[in-house]
């Protein structure tokens, strides 16, 4: 059986607009061996893409760099504009153990591949996670508060903003990168039946961990222009500890309490199969789910179609 151990990488990219350059970006990664890609996501209102792929120790690195590079030539951070916080053209890019891997094997990898990224590339670059040098740049919202813009700026005469690797100043298109290591986390999003991002926002406050709210959740309140809905964005980093089905209820509970209702949810990227053993697709109105969705089942088809175009 190809490519075990995995090592799962999930790079964000600040395009998703332009299907284009998500695909460019995409065929850099499968460019060497033994790399496979199980998803891909693109927001145009968040104006985004997710890439998640999965290789073995010694390939997933380069096959981040080799995306690093791709989007350095193809994105300005100039001229980009999103409803969702972004440092670089590569935001941010997470190594995730799979199956017997140590956390500690996508440790070394990130602070490699964040080396390399400044080395090769001129991209100034910030460790989180398991990864993090410092413990107050554990947490990725810290590295990236206020966005390209702030960071531009502060980076240059505030110590504590510089870089793990680079110098006090941003690539002048590409930004900057957080790459770090850390265990799976899930991407949810859930739609409100209204367009008042007031709304979202406060429930945003209310449900995160940083408020006093549901343990190990991140939550932003954003508007989606282009369907004139009102979004919960949000991040679960250890959905053991919070599952989906509580983080729908909190979310239901707020939203009732305004008069609102949740049109649907997203999950964006894949998720564990035990995530959703207490519930189901249906139960958190995850909008376009498939079997595939599910990590385990669509690692198990990407083999699958190998194994069966080897023969």
Known sequence: MPLRPFIECVP???????????QAILESILEGPEVLC??????PDHNRSVITFVGTETTVGEAALRAIGKAAQLINLNQHHGVHPRIGATDVVPFVPLQEVRLETCVQIARWVAEQAWVRYGIPTYLYGAAAGRSKRQDLEDIRRGGFESLREEVRTQTERRPDFGEAQLHPTAGAIAVGARK??????????TSDVSAARAIARRIRAANGGLRCVKALGLPLVSRNLAQVSMNLTDYEITPLRAVFEAVRREADAQGIS????????????????????????IANFTPDKILENRLRRVLDDIQTSDL
Do not use: H
């Open 262 to 285: 949740i049109l649907e949810s997203e999950i964006v990227g894949l998720v564990p199969k035990a995530a959703l053993q207490d519930t189901s697709a249906v139960e958190l109105k």
């Open 12 to 22: 964000n990219f600040s395009e998703g607009r332009d299907t284009g350059k998500v």
């Open 38 to 43: 199980l998803d891909q996501s693109i927001d």
């Open 184 to 193: 799976f986390l899930i991407a949810y999003n859930i739609n409100l039946n």
